[in-house]
């Protein structure tokens, strides 16, 4: 059942390189010995005459937040503005923030419905923001007739898949919250199908390994440990490297934490096969918590002598970790010698309406990508829409926010682990950036610097995203001080 997800993608073990190692310098920074980044070259401007989704979400939702006299939204990447900029950047395209405009060649939307449909979404959201329920339900009976999610254009399927979520948000407001149950079959299976048909996820994997495997150079026993490891569709590729490193492969440990006890034995079950069939010693132990809900480390059983690593991919289908200041605690008395993580460019916190006008602009850029190769009646896109985009739209908005969770969310993880004494950040190295670069050359929209998915290298990080939209950032960070005496 799981076979699929651990085939290995042509070529792409090739792009993982081990030879990078870790040191300090004198100001304690973390560096890399032989981190060298490519020079991509910029983008030729291209003249254009029709807009994405994205365009309209933004010229609409900046219009209609002018005009609020007492509303202010913050979003995460801050206001609408220029291009965000660091003077060190190895530039594979320009990435903006989710709130900014998104330009290049895609289908067309029908200015007139699109605008029609996002101005109601807008007001529909408005009236929520102030608990007016009555008029939002009236705006989404409405929506509900306008929108289809198997329609022609982006607008009619982003539309209708928000409205389907504020909807959502309007019952649980009139009776009480209510949390729908998680398929992981399907979850899964759609998570799968987005691997395939789009870079996001090959990009987190690959850019994560690599960190893990430059702090695991030379040592013997290591320790993985996967704050939501889902089906860990990620570590054959890792195992495969290690397996067949120069100097022997180490002692694998992974543990994973996650929320079902049969994908969680499922997934260490699959894991173990395929570390056998490469002749590595390695032991699963599954945690069928979330990172938040556990009370210090004994549980993870972290042991003497172990190189230990922490991964987190972040989304938004569920809430995998709790409460973040509680996880981030855990992080600092773990110490480990690298955490990798890979951010979505998305806030959690703030207001419904902050966390509204956010990920609209972002999904409008996600399904813009989506609907760049792939028809309006793929059976694919469509399973990914609504089994994965939908499941986070909904989460964010008729589930998440501090009022009814009961705990306040971090808006960036970097920004907090920046600002803390115990991390220090690893600059993303120049094979990372070189391999996430391989891996966008696999999609037909990146071949053209003018369209598709750009990547960008600034202030040690990469940034994947869709034309000038940042919508995923890879970061890896290390302990400080690093104790070595017994990792």
């Not at 651990?6 to 070529?11: A, C, D, I, L």
């Not at 101005?119 to 608990?131: N, P, Q, R």
């Not at 999904?363 to 059976?379: E, N, P, Q, R």
């Amino acid at each position: 059942m799981m076979k699929g997800g651990f085939e290995v993608v042509h070529g792409a073990l090739d792009l993982i390189q081990p030879h990078e190692q870790w040191e300090y310098n004198n100001n304690s920074i973390a560096v890399f010995q032989s981190a060298s980044s490519s020079n991509f070259p910029k983008p030729m401007a291209v003249e254009r005459n029709e807009l994405e989704l994205s365009d309209w979400v933004e010229h609409v939702t900046k219009q209609l937040i002018d005009d609020l006299p007492e509303a202010e939204v913050t979003t995460a990447g801050g206001s609408f503005g220029p291009a965000f900029r660091t003077g060190n950047e190895e530039e594979c395209g320009n990435l903006k923030s989710t709130e900014q405009i998104n330009g290049g060649l895609m289908s067309r939307v029908d200015e007139q419905h699109g605008l029609s449909l996002i101005t109601l979404l807008l007001e529909c959201a408005v009236a929520i923001s102030v608990d007016n329920l009555g008029e939002a339900h009236r705006m989404l009976l409405e929506l509900t007739q306008m929108a289809s999610p198997y329609g022609a254009s982006c607008a009619e399927r982003v539309v209708s898949y928000f409205a389907k979520a504020m909807a959502s948000r309007v019952i649980n407001s009139w009776l009480g919250l209510c949390s729908p149950l998680i398929s992981h079959t399907s979850v899964h299976s759609s998570l799968q199908i987005f691997n395939n048909i789009s870079p996001f996820i090959k990009f987190a994997h690959f850019t994560s390994n690599q960190s893990i495997l430059e702090a695991f150079h030379g040592r013997d026993r290591v320790h993985i440990i996967d704050i939501d490891i889902m089906q860990g569709l990620q570590w054959p590729a890792l195992f495969h490297i290690l397996a067949t490193r120069i100097d022997g492969p180490p002692h694998i440990r992974l543990t994973g934490m996650g929320s079902s006890v049969d994908l969680l034995t499922q997934t260490g079950k699959q894991l173990s096969n395929f570390a056998r069939r490469l002749g590595l010693s390695f032991e699963f132990h599954p945690i069928p918590k979330k990172s938040g809900e556990i009370d210090g480390i004994r549980p993870l059983q972290i042991r003497e002598g172990e190189t230990l690593a922490v991964h987190w991919l972040q989304h938004s289908l569920y809430d995998a970790t709790g409460a973040d200041w509680k996880t981030m605690r855990l992080l600092e008395e773990l110490s480990p010698r690298v955490i990798t993580l890979v951010e979505q460019e998305i806030s959690h916190g703030g207001s419904f309406l902050d966390r509204f006008v956010g990920s609209l602009h972002y999904y409008s850029t996600i399904f813009d990508s989506l609907g760049a190769s792939l028809a309006s009646d793929d059976s694919g896109r469509h399973r990914v829409e609504h089994s994965l985009l939908y499941r986070e739209i909904n989460n964010i908005l008729a589930i998440g926010g501090p009022a009814r969770s009961g705990e306040e969310k971090y808006r960036e993880w970097r920004s907090e682990m920046a600002g803390r004494n115990r991390f220090v950040q690893v600059p993303m190295s120049g094979n990372a950036l070189a391999q996430a670069q391989l891996i966008l050359n696999m999609f037909p929209p990146s071949h053209s610097h003018s369209h598709g998915y750009r990547l960008v290298q600034g202030e040690g990080t990469l940034k994947l995203g869709w034309k000038e939209t940042t919508l995923y950032t890879a970061s890896a960070w290390t302990s400080l001080p690093y104790n070595y005496s017994h990792r």
